[in-house]
T-cell receptor, first 111, second 115 residues
């Protein structure tokens, strides 16, 4: 029944490590997004894919690399993690004029 | 450029009080959509309402109501007879329907409802 799911829910790791977050949606939407929410709750869009094609890339360090194997999945890989990467990462999906529906979030803590 | 401003960082009310959360937006588009989302302490983002730029009718859903005024570029959200369960961060957002539905979020308003 879950519309947008993310794994893992929590991720604790050391600086310098590489980690991935996975996202899947079963809503049949063409567009998926990654957002970063910082400690002040500000939501910042990072990337968006439409039908597996990158369409939005918001000046994110190239240590962050999204990958969309199909339109139902959008994964986020982060290389060489830094302290400042600690945040909650949300995946979302939507249709052309629909609301964006969000996953439960992944809380990333970099030690 | 598109922009959403939620000037109220945090609001505290006592249960049963009415409270209005302000949202002011900027856009040069004539067609756009406005949204409100709720983020309770559990962390998920819950969609509340969508409004398109051609529909200025106010909307009421139970204790929630929304006032959209193009003349002042505002889309305010009122909770009537607030309850403790309304405590959350509320986000207003503006979308670009012609740009793959890109969203611009406001900075959020944290609502504390005290018993």
């Amino acid at each position: 029944d879950t519309a947008v799911s993310q794994t893992p829910k929590y991720l604790v790791t050391q600086m310098g490590n590489d980690k991935s977050i996975k996202c899947e949606q079963n809503l049949g939407h063409d567009t998926m997004y990654w957002y970063k929410q910082d400690s002040k709750k500000f939501l910042k869009i990072m990337f968006s894919y439409n039908n597996k094609e990158l369409i939005i890339n918001e000046t994110v360090p190239n240590r962050f690399s999204p990958k969309s194997p199909d339109k139902a999945h959008l994964n986020l890989h982060i290389n060489s993690l830094e302290l400042g990467d600690s945040a909650v990462y949300f995946c979302a999906s939507s249709g052309p004029i629909l609301p964006q529906f969000f996953g439960p979030g992944t809380r990333l803590t970099v030690l | 450029a598109q922009k959403v401003t939620q000037a109220q960082t945090e609001i505290s009310v006592v249960e049963k009080e009415d409270v209005t959360l302000d949202c002011v937006y900027e856009t040069r588009d004539t067609t756009y959509y406005l949204f409100w989302y709720k983020q309770p302490p559990s962390g998920e983002l819950v969609f509340l309402i969508r409004r398109n730029s051609f529909d200025e009718q106010n909307e009421i859903s139970g204790r929630y109501s929304w006032n959209f005024q193009k003349s002042t570029s505002s889309f305010n959200f009122t909770i009537t007879a607030s309850q403790v369960v309304d405590s959350a961060v509320y986000f207003c957002a503006l979308s670009e329907p012609y740009n793959f539905n890109k969203f611009y979020f406001g900075s959020g308003t944290k609502l504390n409802v005290k018993p």
